[in-house]
């Protein structure tokens, strides 16, 4: 199971999680780390999408601590629901809110294998990351630690079947 933040602009229009550039960049992420897309159940944390209006665009606006605890509920059934024994969390607050831990820090758990009850949790940085770093060389490390983090939770998965 992969849990992002919220969904962006694309995924609240389509009301699917990870379609849009973000999206993108995370199923070339998966085909690099040999896990099919459909292997997966991918949610946010976060259902809804918080903006704040740029001209005629809606921009991302991190979301509070209300709407993650006021999300928190349907996040809950979805991991009872999927059984997930292995989730990697995309971004910081998909961090903090998969270990319930709000001072979670994402630079702390990459490369290392977290548990928390009875899953597994692998962080890697949010695709979006990957996309708007500021420089070639950062954004090919987070594209680098996202495929490496797949590639763990893969690992991880089939040692628990």
Known sequence: MMVGEQPGDKEDLQGLPFVGPAGALLDDALVEAGVGRKDVYVTNAVKHFKWTPRGKRRMHKTPGQREVDACRYWLDQELESVGAQ???????????????????????????????????VVATYHPSFALRA???ETRHRA?????????????LAQRRK
């Open 134 to 136: 500021p420089d070639p």
């Open 86 to 120: 292995v989730i990697v969390a995309l971004g910081a607050t998909a961090l903090k809110v998969v270990l319930e831990d709000p001072k979670s820090r994402l630079q702390d758990a990459i490369g290392k294998v977290i548990e928390h009850g009875d899953r597994l």
């Open 143 to 155: 594209y680098a630690a996202i495929v490496a983090a797949m590639q763990d939770a893969k690992k």
